[in-house]
């Protein structure tokens, strides 16, 4: 599946900002949807994903509270509604997708196609 994320910016803190993922494709609705973030010289950070009915939405502790994951699979869309933003959350915003069984769905290495990523400022 092809994914391109949209929908980065700048925004002042406390802001919010909504992150849109949409895949070709006609089996998009078999996978799990994550959303991940990367500074220069560090590991990806994962930041919450979805299942694939939508069911079942996964947050890390720094999103938890904060961002809502939503899908749209007759749209083939995913959405990361990102709200009361900080400094800390600038980053690159990279979209990906994970085939079934998936088993570690917080870890990067799990998925196997991503999107080009999209730029998040978060100014103070």
């Known amino acids: 599946v092809q994914l391109q994320a949209s929908g980065g910016g700048l925004v002042q803190a406390g802001d919010s900002l909504r992150l849109t993922c949409v895949a070709s494709?006609?089996?998009?609705?078999?996978?799990?949807i994550g959303w991940f973030r990367q500074d220069p010289g560090k590991e990806r950070e994962f930041v919450a994903a979805?299942?694939?009915?939508?069911?079942?939405?996964y947050y890390s502790a720094s999103s938890l509270g904060r961002f809502t994951v939503s899908r749209d699979n007759a749209k083939n869309t995913v959405h990361l509604q990102m709200n009361t933003l900080k400094p800390e959350d600038t980053s690159v915003y990279y979209c990906?997708?994970?085939?079934?069984?998936?088993?570690?769905?917080?870890?990067?290495?799990?998925?196997?196609?991503w999107g080009q990523g999209t730029l998040v400022t978060v100014s103070s």
């Open positions: 494709g006609r089996t998009f609705s078999r996978y799990a």
């Open positions: 990906a997708a994970s085939a079934p069984p998936y088993s570690s769905i917080r870890d990067y290495k799990e998925y196997d196609d």
């Open positions: 979805i299942s694939w009915s939508g069911h079942d939405t």
